[in-house]
């Protein structure tokens, strides 16, 4: 069985600084993807960032940043020079490599304080 | 602009009623999903569909029903056997591609009354 566990369900970070948002995962898969995804108030699910499992270089998208641990199976994202923008629900997927479900965690709430 | 459409936004239903969700894609994507949302509990899949006129249950798929007889809409029907049906209800689709991941229409709010 998949499982994606997000252990910190609420998290806050002053306006322009850095956050790191937790994700572990168990699978006995070798290949798989992972996700991130936001949901801000509007509901609205957006794609955030993906990392491929083989690839060992860590997935970028401007202030977004992964720290891909695949031996210890953690995911976690960095969010730097954080905005007010930035507040919303984060969830943590995984999808393996020829698989149609995602997984999902249960998510993290950002709170950005200005 | 291509994108997913869920409607209605709020849907109200009554105690033994059966309704229904609507959910268009014009991406021209393959495969449509169900998941429902409750605080806490992350999204959990009801039903998925890879190609038109074959869809699979997913964890939670006991009280809901879907068709797929077009491959742009993915509709979900919430029967009177789905005993707690109060939640959010996000539809998504993805390309059959390895990398693909979803895109997910704006969200149906339903609420038993």
């Known amino acids: 069985a998949q499982t994606v566990t997000q252990s910190q369900p609420e998290m806050s970070v002053q306006e322009a600084e850095t956050v790191t948002l937790s994700c572990t995962y168990d699978?006995?898969?070798?290949?798989?993807?992972l996700f991130w995804y936001k949901q801000p108030p509007s509901r609205q699910m957006i794609l955030v960032i993906r990392?491929?499992?083989?690839?060992?270089q860590n997935a970028t998208e401007n202030r977004f940043s992964v720290n891909f641990q695949k031996a210890a199976k953690s995911f976690s994202l960095k969010i730097s020079d954080s905005q007010l923008g930035d507040a919303a629900m984060y969830f943590c997927a995984f999808r393996i490599f020829t698989g149609n479900q995602f997984y999902f965690g249960t998510g993290t709430s950002l709170t950005v304080i200005p | 602009d291509g994108g997913i459409t869920q409607s209605p936004k709020y849907l109200f239903r009554k105690e033994g009623q059966n309704v229904t969700l609507s959910c268009e894609q014009n991406?021209?994507?393959?495969?449509m999903y169900w998941y429902r949302q409750d605080p806490g509990q992350g999204l959990r899949l009801i039903y998925y569909s890879q190609i038109v006129n074959d869809f699979q249950k997913g964890d939670i798929a006991e009280g809901y029903s879907v068709s797929r007889e077009k491959k742009e809409s993915f509709p979900l029907t919430v029967t009177s056997a789905q005993k707690n049906p109060t939640a959010f209800y996000l539809c998504?689709?993805?390309?059959?591609?390895?990398?693909?991941?979803?895109?997910f229409g704006s969200g149906t709010r339903l609420t038993v009354v």
């Open positions: 990392q491929e499992a083989y690839k060992q």
């Open positions: 699978t006995s898969e070798s290949d798989y993807y």
């Open positions: 991406l021209n994507h393959d495969a």
């Open positions: 998504a689709s993805r390309r059959t591609v390895l990398l693909g991941g979803y895109t």
